[in-house]
Structure formats: structure tokens, C-alpha cells
């Protein structure tokens, strides 16, 4: 406006100026003529020059110029805020970076600088149109551009205001990249991309009808959308509306593992997990348990003891409560699920997630399937007894199982595990189908049993291990005795080699002796039948007398046979036994007496004189 002002200014100037500048002297009026002159060149030059000023624009190279048409002959058609055609108002064509030479284009036209649009990776720009076909009725985004055309309809608003560019939400989005839009035309907002990641699928909500371009999810505008209800499993299963791709609604198909440039206001994109899932069912109860202890008597003394077994922090719930014969047992258990790519729509429509499908569905029923069967029958094999109650053995010598169905039993938590996870299973994944969850397998894990249920079991065991480790400590004792025995053995093998031989000795001895005896016996046998006859001829009493002498005479030989030196004393000594003197002590009349004594008398006293002086 500053610039219209001063080139109308100039140009009055240059008109009404030089009349002022008259005089009534024509000498001088000559020389003011000169003036004028000057006056209008100059006034008119400024007025060129401030025309010049304002036909001309630079833009910069991360900008546009957009253009506002403040003069002009035509006004927009009522409903639009963008001209086409040159009516006054902003102008559908912007001004690309460089120099622009246009008369009096700053005069008739507000020229404005903004920045261009950049799009950052990892995130889209949602285009929000000001102007454009009104949306038909029932339609909440616009109709997506043309895939050729798609570029222009954002860049060029012209092309876009004559080629059914429709205002409002506009279901096309801008990629990363720098774009010159016309800010008179979009408002952009920026959003993330829509990032599905391994081991996930993405279920679609769609609220428009339009064809698709997703990447691996491709499908043009379906021309019938008729809405399906999809039951999923077997009869009872839950049935939901799915459409067909492109349609407005649940998507019958997911998107697969992958980075998306997805309108997230025209698209609902739901993650669904499809990685195998580890429900646990844990805790919630108290254990009671009794201890067993075997003290120095070797007694058994028992303790009982409670522990409060709290419910874990990632747990699907607490353990399932089961009444079995009586007993209330506390059932821990283990559930793989996992929910199948074709799966996941299904779910998403039915529940809304995998979450849900755990708390409303699943958990319920799986506390209740455990009940039934822990509360049913159950089949198991047993071995198979002849009338007499005898196991039947097969053609190998092995014995013959059977398969029985019974009632359930409080143990057989512990000793048929497998057969109940089998009944189990076979209920849970027809309830999981119609969930749209495909069990996978079913695991029993350590069940709360009463302490009173084992607690004689347990005493058994002990029992059994105490007699066990009884016979092997007596057999290590006995080991140990005669280790020290062959020990001592080897300590006192040269005494033991003397007492052998001495052994061996004896018994030669005493077979020499039983030899001796036999011979003796034999010898005695054949005097006596000699004594016998010798006693006929000499008479039984010379026949003694005889055997004496012998005996007294054998006894002597034997004696000097085995004392040869007795022998050879007595014979050195034999002149002993001969005596020197002799004297006679009887007579007649008692005189010899005298002379006796008197002889004994002198011998004796002439032996002492004989002795030499000490």
C-alpha cells in the first residue's frame, strides 16, 4: 500500500508540480521552465522507479511465495478461498525460488514467504485441504489421489482445485521429503509411521472406502463390500463382522511385519501378537508341608510348617482350585497359546485384543475344563491280571497293559499327569478355536497336595533308605573288619608262617606217635603171647620176677641213654662206693663194741691232726 501510495504521489507530482513553478518576468519565467522540465523528469523517473520497486520478487531457495490478489476485476465463487482463474484472493499458483519479474506485482498482488514442507523420516504429514469438492454424504476423508497423480494434487493446487480435489481430511499422506505447498490450500500435521514389528501383524480399521496401496497389502477399490460374519471354530464359537480390503470396517486380512505410511485418522492399525504365549496359572494359596527328620535313635519325628505362596507378578491368575475324592488341591498350570495371522482379525473384532481374550474368555475357561476333567474320569493303562490276580504276560515275557477308565484320584495329579493334560488338551483347544486362539499344549505344574496324603508315603521312603543305609553301614563295618584283619594278617605273616609249620609239625608229630603206638601196641601184643608161653614153662611167678628185673634193668638204660653223663660220674666215682676202713661194732661178750668205738674214735682224731694250719 506504502508503494501504490508513493507512485501515485510521483505521478501527481509530476503533473501538478510544474504549474506552481511560474513567474510574470519572462526572462525568468524562461528559466523556470527549465525547472518544470527538470521537475517532471524527475517526478516521473521516481514514479518508474517505485513502480520497478514493486514488480519484482525474490524467493528463497526453502521458501515459496504465495500470492494474494488484492486488485482485480472478478471476485471468487462463493464456497472457495482459492482462485484459479485470477479473481481476487490467494492464488492457487505459488511462487517457486529464484527472481520473479512481474508488473506491478507488489502492487496489485500481497506477496508472502513461507517455508517449505519437510516430512522428517519415520514420520508422514496428514494433509488437511481448505478448499475443493464438498465430501459426499457418508464420506468422513477424501476420495485418495490418483496413484499417477498424486504429487501434483499435493503440489499444485490448481491441478488440484480441477481434477475433484475434495476439502477436509484427505486420506493420501505425505512421505518423507521436503514439499513447496501452498499453505493457502493445506495445513499439514505430522505423524509417526505406523511400525509393525517381528513376531506381530497389524488389524486394520478402516473408515474409508478407497483402494489400497499398504506395501504387501495391496487390493484397488472393492466394488462390493458386503460385511461377513466370520465364526471361527467349531459350533459355539463367537461370530464377528469382517469386510473385505478397502472397505469400510475390519479388515479380513492383516498387515504383515514392516514400516507403514498409514493415515492413522482414516486407519485404526491394532498390533496382534502372534508369538507363542505362556499363560501361568500360580500361587494363591498356603503350603502346608511336614518335614520328616531322623534324630540319633533313629526315630522318625515329623514338623509341619506353612509357607504363603503369593501369586507371581506376570501370572494369568492363581492357581485352580480342584476337589478331588474330598481333598481341595491347589492345580498350578502352564498354557501355551498363540494366535495365528488369519486368526487375528477375528480376535481384534471379537474381544479387541490378546489381553482380552486372556481375562474374558480363555482364563474362565480353562479354570473350568481343569475342574470337569480332575472331576471326571480319566483313562490309564494298567497292567492286566489273570483270575488268580497274577499279571498276563505276553509272547516276550513282558506284561500286558490294558487301558481302563476310572475315576479320577487324588494322586493322579502326580502319577498319571500325562493322561490328564491329554483330556485336558482335547477340551481347551476346541473353547481356544472358538476364541480364535490356537492352544497349543496344556501343562500341569507342581500341584499343592495335602501333607497328610504323603506324609506316609514319606515314612515309608525314610523307612526304607534307613534299613537301606543300615545294611550298607554293616557291610562297610564287616569290609572294614576285614581289612583290618588281612592287615593284621600281613603284620604277623612271619609268626603266622611259624604257627603253620608248627601245625604241620604236630600233626606229623601225632601220626608218628599213632605209628609208635600201633607199633608198640603190636610189640606188647607179641610179648604178652611170649609171657604167655614163657609163664607155662617157668611158672607166672618166676615170670614176674623176671619182668621186674627187666623193667628195672630198661629203665636204667634208658635213663643213662639219655643222661650219659651220670653214667660218667658214676663210673669216675666208683672207687668210692669201696670203703677204706671197716670196723666191726658185735661180740660175744661186748668187747668188740669197745674196740670199735675206740677205733672210730682214733681214726677221727688223727684225720684232724693230719689237717694242715689255717
Known amino acids: 500500500m506504502i508503494t501504490i501510495i508513493l507512485t501515485v504521489l510521483a505521478v501527481i507530482l509530476a503533473i501538478f508540480l510544474p504549474g506552481f513553478i511560474t513567474s510574470q518576468d519572462p526572462a525568468k519565467d524562461r528559466i523556470l521552465g527549465s525547472v518544470r522540465f527538470a521537475v517532471r523528469i524527475l517526478s516521473g523517473v521516481a514514479a518508474v522507479l517505485i513502480a520497478a520497486s514493486s514488480s519484482f520478487v525474490y524467493v528463497e531457495k526453502d521458501q515459496t511465495g504465495h500470492l494474494d490478489k488484492i486488485f482485480g476485476t472478478t471476485s471468487l465463487k462463493e464456497g472457495h478461498i482459492l482462485a484459479v482463474n485470477g479473481e481476487m484472493g490467494p492464488q492457487a499458483d505459488v511462487l517457486p525460488p529464484g527472481f520473479h519479474l512481474r508488473l506491478l506485482l507488489r502492487i496489485f498482488y500481497n506477496v508472502k514467504m513461507e517455508d517449505v514442507i519437510e516430512v522428517p523420516p519415520g514420520q508422514y504429514g496428514f494433509l488437511y485441504g481448505k478448499d475443493g469438492a464438498p465430501l459426499r454424504d457418508g464420506q468422513t476423508y477424501a476420495d485418495p489421489f490418483p496413484p499417477g497423480d498424486a504429487d501434483k494434487m499435493a503440489n499444485d493446487a490448481g491441478f488440484f482445485l480441477t481434477n475433484g480435489g475434495q476439502k477436509g481430511s484427505q486420506t493420501t499422506v505425505l512421505t518423507p521429503g521436503k514439499y513447496r505447498l501452498n499453505h493457502f490450500l493445506w495445513r499439514v500435521e505430522l505423524g509417526d509411521a505406523t511400525d509393525i514389528p517381528k513376531g506381530f501383524v497389524g488389524v486394520v480399521k478402516s473408515n474409508v472406502h478407497s483402494r489400497v496401496d499398504f506395501g504387501s497389502l495391496m487390493s484397488d477399490k472393492p466394488v462390493d463390500c458386503t460385511v461377513r460374519s466370520d465364526a471361527s471354530g467349531p459350533a459355539g464359537g463367537l461370530s464377528v463382522p469382517l469386510v473385505p480390503v478397502g472397505c469400510i470396517g475390519i479388515w479380513d486380512q492383516a498387515l504383515n511385519p514392516g514400516k507403514y505410511y498409514i493415515n492413522t485418522k482414516a486407519y485404526t492399525v491394532t498390533m496382534v501378537d502372534t508369538r507363542v504365549q505362556t499363560w501361568e496359572y500360580r500361587g494363591g494359596f498356603t503350603r502346608r508341608q511336614i518335614s520328616l527328620a531322623v534324630d540319633q535313635q533313629g526315630l522318625i519325628t515329623q514338623r509341619e510348617e506353612s509357607i504363603k505362596v503369593p501369586v507371581p507378578r506376570n501370572a494369568a491368575d492363581e492357581a485352580i482350585f480342584l476337589k478331588v475324592e474330598g481333598w481341595t488341591i491347589a492345580q498350578q498350570l502352564r498354557v501355551l497359546v498363540q494366535v495365528t495371522p488369519a486368526h487375528a482379525p477375528f480376535v481384534v473384532a471379537s474381544v479387541g485384543g490378546l489381553q482380552e481374550v486372556e481375562d474374558r474368555i480363555m482364563s474362565p475357561a480353562v479354570q473350568s475344563v481343569v475342574r470337569n476333567v480332575a472331576g471326571g474320569m480319566i483313562r490309564v493303562p494298567t497292567q492286566a491280571l489273570n483270575e488268580n490276580g497274577n499279571p498276563i504276560l505276553d509272547e516276550n515275557g513282558e506284561p500286558e497293559m490294558r487301558v481302563v477308565t476310572r475315576r479320577v484320584r487324588v494322586l493322579d495329579v502326580i502319577e498319571n499327569r500325562s493322561a490328564l493334560e491329554e483330556g485336558i488338551e482335547a477340551i481347551i483347544r476346541n473353547e481356544g478355536l472358538k476364541a480364535g486362539v490356537d492352544i497349543k499344549e496344556v501343562r500341569l505344574l507342581e500341584p499343592d497336595l495335602p501333607p497328610e496324603l504323603l506324609v506316609a508315603r514319606k515314612r515309608e521312603q525314610l523307612a526304607q533308605q534307613l534299613a537301606k543305609a543300615y545294611h550298607q553301614e554293616r557291610g562297610a563295618q564287616t569290609e572294614r573288619i576285614m581289612t583290618e584283619q588281612t592287615r593284621a594278617t600281613a603284620d604277623q605273616q612271619d609268626k603266622l608262617v611259624e604257627a603253620q609249620i608248627e601245625v604241620k609239625r604236630s600233626e606229623q608229630f601225632a601220626m608218628a606217635r599213632r605209628n609208635e603206638g600201633q607199633g608198640e601196641r603190636d610189640r606188647l601184643t607179641l610179648i604178652a603171647e ?21 623193667f628195672v634193668v630198661g629203665r636204667l638204660l634208658d635213663f643213662f641213654d639219655n643222661n650219659p653223663e651220670v653214667l660218667a ?24 663194741s669197745l674196740t670199735g668205738a675206740a677205733g672210730v674214735l682214733g681214726d677221727f682224731l688223727s684225720s684232724g691232726a693230719n689237717k694242715p694250719a689255717q
Open 569 to 592: 660220674a658214676a663210673l669216675n666215682n666208683a672207687h668210692k662206693f669201696v670203703p677204706e676202713r671197716v670196723f666191726t661194732m658185735s661180740g660175744e661178750n661186748g668187747a668188740d
Open 530 to 550: 611170649g609171657q604167655k608161653t614163657q609163664a607155662a614153662v617157668l611158672g607166672e611167678d618166676r615170670v614176674v620176677e623176671l619182668r621186674k628185673f627187666e
